[in-house]
Nanobody, 124 residues
Framework: QVQLVESGGGLVQAGGSLRLSCAAT????????MGWFRQSPGKEREFVAS????????NYADSAKGRFTVSRDNAKNTVYLQMNSLKPEDTALYYC?????????????????WGQGTQVTVSS
């Protein structure tokens, strides 16, 4: 069983940037796709970005396109989410998740391991 630990969240002003990291322990994540999701109070958890096992394929939610970049370093067993031009509506608890497969996917039910989340708060 893989354990995922997110870090890098915090409070930032609108227009600012944050880089989230997701470190995996327990087993390698180099053979599975990874995803980032977020959840705001009173809302369902939603897809943000995903990346294939090799890093060659990425997918983004419309809200993230052009502002967020997902990447991975398989040698470090770590996945990243670079978030630029942040908006107040990006405020949420951000989760990293490991898929059961190798393909980048926005489908939440394909992700079997989850971290505890890191809070991102964007002030206006």
């Amino acid at each position: 069983q893989v354990q995922l630990v997110e870090s890098g969240g915090g409070l930032v002003q609108a227009g600012g940037s944050l880089r989230l990291s997701c470190a995996a322990t327990g087993r390698t994540i180099r053979s599975v796709a990874m995803g980032w999701f977020r959840q705001s109070p009173g809302k369902e958890r939603e897809f943000v970005a995903s990346i294939s096992w090799s890093g060659s394929i990425t997918n983004y939610a419309d809200s993230a396109k052009g502002r967020f970049t997902v990447s991975r370093d398989n040698a470090k067993n770590t996945v990243y989410l670079q978030m630029n031009s942040l908006k107040p509506e990006d405020t949420a608890l951000y989760y990293c998740a490991a898929s059961s497969g190798i393909y980048s996917s926005p489908r939440i039910n394909e992700y079997t391991s989850w971290g505890q989340g890191t809070q991102v708060t964007v002030s206006s």
